[in-house]
Nanobody, 123 residues
Framework: QVRLVESGGGLVQTGDSLTLSCNAS????????MAWFRQAPGKERAFVAS????????IYSESVKGRFIISRDNLKKSLYLQMNSLNTEDTAVYYC????????????????WGQGTQVNVSS
C-alpha cells in the first residue's frame, strides 16, 4: 500500500523559513509527478506547487511563487517544500500528493495523499 508521510510542520513567525518533507513508500516514486497542496482553516484545499517526475520542471501557485521551492530526491523517495518569507496567510495543513499528470492543480487528479502536516505562522 502506497504511503506518503509529511513532516516538518510547526509554529514559526512571519518572515521565517520552514522546510517540509514527504517520504514515500511502496511506490515507484520516480514515475510520478508530485505536488503540495494546503488547506487553511475554513477554506478549500488549494494547489501549492508541482514537480515533474524527473524533477526537471516545477509549477507554483501565484500566492507562493518566488517564496516557495519544491524539490525531490528520487533516490530517497522524498519530496520537499522549502518555504521562505512565511506570512500568516500560509497557515494551513500541508499535504503531499502523487499524480499521473504533471502540473494539474485539480486535487481529483491525485491518486495518493499524505495525512498532512500543520504549519502555523504567527504575526
Amino acid at each position: 500500500q502506497v504511503r506518503l508521510v509529511e513532516s516538518g510542520g510547526g509554529l514559526v513567525q512571519t518572515g521565517d523559513s520552514l522546510t517540509l518533507s514527504c517520504n514515500a513508500s511502496a511506490i515507484t516514486f520516480n514515475l510520478y509527478p508530485m505536488a503540495w497542496f494546503r488547506q487553511a482553516p475554513g477554506k478549500e484545499r488549494a494547489f501549492v506547487a508541482s514537480i515533474r517526475a524527473n524533477g526537471a520542471a516545477t509549477i507554483y501557485s501565484e500566492s507562493v511563487k518566488g517564496r516557495f521551492i519544491i524539490s525531490r530526491d528520487n533516490l530517497k523517495k522524498s519530496l520537499y517544500l522549502q518555504m521562505n518569507s512565511l506570512n500568516t496567510e500560509d497557515t494551513a495543513v500541508y499535504y503531499c500528493a502523487a499524480s499521473r499528470q504533471f502540473g494539474t492543480q485539480n486535487g481529483r487528479d491525485y491518486w495518493s495523499w499524505g495525512q498532512g502536516t500543520q504549519v502555523n505562522v504567527s504575526s
